[in-house]
């Protein structure tokens, strides 16, 4: 097992200007405010109990982020971002255009399913979700969700279709996601491409043979 050489969050080298010392703040601070919903859940997660699970004095924290808003809007982005980039990758792996969708849609799938924090919000503080899921918001938040995994199916669509492609796709994980108890197992990659290949496919670009 590998020993961790990053600098503890109250050491001086934390206190220069470099970006390495943000990026480890941002880092562990994002960990540790996940730990604590998953745990407390949002509402009552404090900047104290961040600071004790990062390793750090509240007063560190304050150094980078204004508050605790602020850190929930920066994990929220870093988780994002996190979960695009895997997305992205599985797609563009794949072979062709089938193997792709499947293979973000289960990505996804996983990741939301074993996401602690999330699961915890869901349960026992869904309105701390889907006023971000739902109308206006909701809508600004899934298009640019498509927008970014669109990129996974850019070796087989053309740049509007693949943007189409990711909108159509993260609204079918929304809908997956919102339901307590899902008729669909979208972790399983033989199950979600039966659903996939019946109803979701061949939309999204007909006149392709799905190969690259």
């Known amino acids: 097992m590998s020993v961790s050489t990053a600098p503890a ?28 919903i998953a745990r407390f859940g949002l509402a009552k997660t404090t900047l104290d109990d961040v600071a004790r699970e990062a390793g750090c004095s509240r007063a560190t924290l304050y150094r980078y982020f204004d508050g605790k808003s602020e850190l929930v809007r920066r994990t929220v982005a870093a988780e994002q971002a996190r979960i695009t980039a895997l997305l992205v990758d599985a797609g563009r792996a794949e072979a062709d255009l089938a193997d792709a969708v499947v293979a973000v849609v289960a990505g996804a799938a996983r990741e939301l399913v ?9 349960s026992h503080e869904p309105e701390a979700i889907l006023g971000h899921l739902a109308f206006g918001a909701g809508d600004r938040a899934l298009v640019a969700f498509g927008d970014a995994i669109a990129p996974a199916f850019d070796g087989w669509l053309a740049p509007a279709d693949a943007a189409r492609a990711g909108d159509w796709i993260v609204r079918v994980l929304r809908s997956y996601v919102l339901m307590p108890r899902p008729p669909i197992d979208f972790t399983d990659p033989a199950t979600a491409r039966a659903f996939l290949e019946q109803l979701v496919i061949p939309g999204l670009n007909p006149g392709c043979s799905g190969s690259r």
């Open 9 to 36: 969050l109250d050491s001086p080298a934390l206190d220069s200007p470099a970006g390495v010392a943000r990026s480890t703040v941002d880092a562990r601070a994002v960990d540790a405010l996940l730990v604590c």
């Open 114 to 122: 074993a996401h602690a924090a999330l699961q915890f919000l869901l």
